[in-house]
């Protein structure tokens, strides 16, 4: 089974910091996804990455996938409080079903 | 274009009932995957349809089952529901399965409910 862990759980900042929010696997996916899901609404996409060691960059967002393809990073910088919500990495596999495996969430509040 | 939409919104539902949740897909898209989200978690495959077949299965039992219609809109069919299955049911569309960045989109879910 392929698991990915996402720290921190639980983060908590003031507007204009700067935050990185880390998924860690002992699995290789054939790419990975960020997603931010708000209340009451589906995860929505940031950002697809599919090289080992590529960096996308998303306005204050980047994003880092780890050369042996099973960590990622989300660099935020400058946090405002519109970038609040629950931030989940997925890894996608292999398989015909190219199904996600989602980490378990990083809650960002973002205080102005 | 019309997004992918859910319903019910919300659901309430006792112990050993049977629940049906559906989904359309966006525009386009023949392909529907379904997951459970369980309160402070990421979202869990459950499975995907692709042109009206099941095109892959997670790990859920046999009681939770779907369909996907010639239109690609999709339902999901729990019986014999346990407290464990509340959760919010997201669905998401895709262009074509098996695509390398094939991207998701996802509906607002529904959210269960079992008492």
């Known amino acids: 089974t392929q698991l990915l862990e996402q720290s921190p759980q639980f983060l908590s900042i003031q507007e204009g910091e700067n935050l990185t929010v880390y998924c860690n696997s002992s699995?290789?996916?054939?790419?990975l996804q960020w997603y931010r899901q708000e209340p009451g609404e589906g995860p929505v996409l940031l950002v697809t990455?599919?090289?080992?060691?590529e960096v996308k960059k998303l306005k204050r967002l980047t994003f880092q996938f780890g050369d042996a393809r099973k960590d990622s990073s989300l660099h935020i910088t400058a946090a405002q409080p519109g970038d609040t919500g629950l931030y989940l990495c997925?890894?996608?596999?292999?398989?015909?079903?190219?199904?996600?495996?989602f980490g378990s969430g990083t809650q960002l509040t973002v205080l102005p | 274009e019309t997004g992918v939409t859910q319903s019910p919104t919300h659901l309430i539902k006792t112990r050993g009932q049977q629940v049906t949740l559906r989904c359309s897909s966006q525009s386009g898209h023949n392909t529907v995957s379904w997951y459970q989200q369980a309160l402070g978690q990421g979202p869990q495959f459950i499975f995907q349809?692709?042109?009206?077949?099941?095109?892959g299965r997670g790990n859920f039992p046999p009681r939770f089952s779907g369909l996907q219609f010639p239109n690609y809109s999709s339902e999901l069919n729990v019986n014999a529901l346990e407290l464990d299955d509340s959760a919010l049911y997201l669905c998401a569309s895709s262009l074509e399965a098996g695509h390398l960045d094939n991207e998701q989109f996802f509906g607002p879910g529904t959210r269960l409910t079992v008492l």
């Open positions: 997925a890894g996608i596999s292999s398989g015909s079903a190219r199904q996600l495996t």
């Open positions: 349809y692709y042109r009206e077949e099941e095109n």
């Open positions: 699995s290789v996916f054939s790419s």
């Open positions: 990455v599919v090289t080992g060691g």
